[in-house]
Nanobody
Framework: QVTLVESGGGLVQAGDSLSLSCAAS????????MAWFRQTPGQERVFVAG????????NYADSVRGQVLISRDNAKNTLYLRIHSLKPEDTAVYFC??????????????????WGQGTQVTVSS
């Protein structure tokens, strides 16, 4: 069983960049397709980006393409999300998610069977 813990969130200024991390415990991290979602109060979780088991293939939501970069280091059991040019509308709780089936392109949260607790990102204008 793998558990996920996000970190790196905080309060930043518009235009700043931020790096989020998702540390996975367990020995099977490389067997999971991984993704980042974000959620604002009262809204559904929204897909941001996904990455294949090997890290060789990535997928981005159209709304963030060019603004974010997803990566993973299987040797360190860690998933990353780098966000550039942050805007107030990027304010959300960011979650990492894993799929034991290797899914990383699905934008539906129910396609992922493993979730972290989330990390808050707040962007001030």
């Amino acid at each position: 069983q793998v558990t996920l813990v996000e970190s790196g969130g905080g309060l930043v200024q518009a235009g700043d960049s931020l790096s989020l991390s998702c540390a996975a415990s367990g020995h099977t991290f490389s067997g999971y397709g991984m993704a980042w979602f974000r959620q604002t109060p009262g809204q559904e979780r929204v897909f941001v980006a996904g990455i294949s088991r090997s890290g060789g293939t990535t997928n981005y939501a159209d709304s963030v393409r060019g603004q974010v970069l997803i990566s993973r280091d299987n040797a360190k059991n860690t998933l990353y999300l780098r966000i550039h040019s942050l805007k107030p509308e990027d304010t959300a709780v960011y979650f990492c998610a894993g799929s034991s089936d290797g899914i990383f392109y699905a934008q539906r949260p129910d396609m992922y069977d493993l979730w972290g607790q989330g990390t808050q990102v707040t962007v001030s204008s």
